[in-house]
């Protein structure tokens, strides 16, 4: 019943910026998180930024504080991930995902991926030096 459906991806030059946004439909719950993730090629999956939908508390992973902003448009039930400065290590297929029901540990860093089981299709997103 729910769907993430991501768009936003694309190609640009190091210092460059990009919007991802996930909308998000078939949700009913009022207490849940929603994060990004980003998964390099023979990387591992990894939590770039969380955002807890009741309270809209935020957290990010060291690796993009100051760069990267996570937000959220309740009425039209979108999150974005607005990323600014981008470097090429950044280079990686981008996630959204949701949680689908309430806890208390899923957008406590670090997020894993474990913990969401919905997920948008994956964006590409390719810096260049």
């Known amino acids: 019943q729910v769907q993430l459906v991501e768009s936003g991806g694309g190609s640009v030059q190091a210092g460059g910026s990009l919007r991802l946004s996930c909308e998000a439909s078939g949700i009913t719950f009022n207490k849940y998180c929603m994060a990004w993730f980003r998964q390099a090629p023979g990387q591992e999956r990894e939590g770039v930024a969380a955002i807890y939908i009741g309270d809209d508390s935020i957290t990010y992973a060291d690796s993009v504080k100051g760069r990267f902003t996570i937000s959220r448009d309740s009425a039209k039930n979108i999150v974005y991930l607005q990323m600014n400065s981008l470097k090429p290590e950044d280079t990686a297929v981008y996630y959204c995902?949701?949680?689908?029901?309430?806890?208390?540990?899923?957008?406590?860093?670090?997020?894993?991926?474990?913990?969401?089981?919905?997920w948008g299709q994956g964006s590409q997103v390719t810096v260049s030096s």
């Open positions: 995902a949701a949680e689908g029901r309430y806890s208390d540990y899923a957008c406590a860093p670090p997020q894993l991926p474990a913990n969401f089981p919905y």
